[in-house]
Nanobody, 121 residues
Framework: QVQLVESGGGLVQAGGSLRLSCAASGSISSFNTMGWYRQFPGKQRELVARVGRGGTTYIADSVKGRFTISRDNAKNTVYLQMNSLKPEDTALYYC???????????????WGQGTQVTVSS
């Protein structure tokens, strides 16, 4: 059973930094992508950053230049480094693992429990 455990959230002042960690059961290399999503109250979850097996990354425009995503395959952990935080970054952040079966087209998504990030002004 796939389990993802996030940590590192908390309260920080605007302009500060936080590093979120996502520890996965098993090898993160078994997933096509690992990513971070965030959810604001009353809104759908949105993609923040994603990293593929080959190391390619995607960063959402809203956080580009401030957030970076990285992997440590030896530790089966994905990180989200958040710098220059703004109050608008306040949200519940979720770790996501995605797997796609090429031949069948079936896709699987696994989610962590979420970690709260609150940025004060």
């Amino acid at each position: 059973q796939v389990q993802l455990v996030e940590s590192g959230g908390g309260l920080v002042q605007a302009g500060g930094s936080l590093r979120l960690s996502c520890a996965a059961s098993g090898s993160i290399s078994s997933f096509n992508t690992m990513g971070w999503y965030r959810q604001f109250p009353g809104k759908q979850r949105e993609l923040v950053a994603r990293v593929g097996r080959g190391g390619t990354t995607y960063i959402a425009d809203s956080v580009k230049g401030r957030f970076t995503i990285s992997r440590d395959n030896a530790k089966n952990t994905v990180y989200l480094q958040m710098n220059s935080l703004k109050p608008e970054d306040t949200a519940l952040y979720y770790c996501n693992a995605h797997r796609q079966m090429t031949l069948t087209g079936l896709e699987y998504d696994y989610w962590g429990q979420g970690t709260q990030v609150t940025v004060s002004s």
